[in-house]
């Protein structure tokens, strides 16, 4: 980041109460230097190359097919059988996948869940986060 925006970014972080530090510099060099500023001493001066080394490579090819297809035979009166078949498949008619899948106390910030049990029905009455960290505030939805 440039050394304009930090203060602006140490603003940021102190009201989010996040720590924040200046560690350094990019200076270009394509070093990693970590310096006693006093004595001018240098313990670690690294190439980034002895870091990171080379990067493996991945080669993906892509490969397109012209598919033909037979043109596309129905019956108008099995419609209602037809949809009855889309509907069974679960990323059509249920979105249970959805709350099954989704993470949702990533922020650590979740103190009651509206969904519950083995399979995260939506029973509960409400879901609760708290506002911030150490907060006794928070807010519910229903």
């Given at each position: ?21 200046v560690?350094g ?13 006093k ?6 001066d690294?190439?980034l ?7 493996p490579k ?5 490969v397109?097919?012209?598919e ?7 019956d108008?009166e099995?419609?209602e ?11 059509v008619?249920c979105?249970d996948?959805?709350t ?9 910030l ?5 969904t ?6 939506p029973?509960?009455?409400l879901g ?6 150490g ?8």
């Amino acid at each position: 980041m440039s050394e304009k925006n930090v203060e602006e970014l140490e603003r940021i972080a102190a009201r989010e109460r996040a720590p924040m530090y200046v560690v350094g510099e990019a200076t270009g060099k394509g070093n990693f230097t970590l310096e006693n500023s006093k004595t001018k001493d240098k313990p670690i001066d690294l190439a980034l190359s002895d870091m990171f080394g080379s990067a493996p490579k991945t080669i993906m090819e892509d490969v397109s097919y012209n598919e033909k297809w037979d043109p596309l035979e129905y019956d108008t009166e099995d419609l209602e059988y037809y949809l009855e078949l889309v509907l069974q498949l679960e990323s059509v008619a249920c979105k249970d996948w959805l709350t099954n899948k989704v993470d949702r106390s990533v922020t650590g910030l979740i103190a009651a869940q509206q969904t519950v049990g083995e399979i995260q029905l939506p029973l509960n009455n409400l879901g609760a986060v708290e506002i911030g960290y150490g907060s006794k505030k928070g807010m519910e939805t229903s």
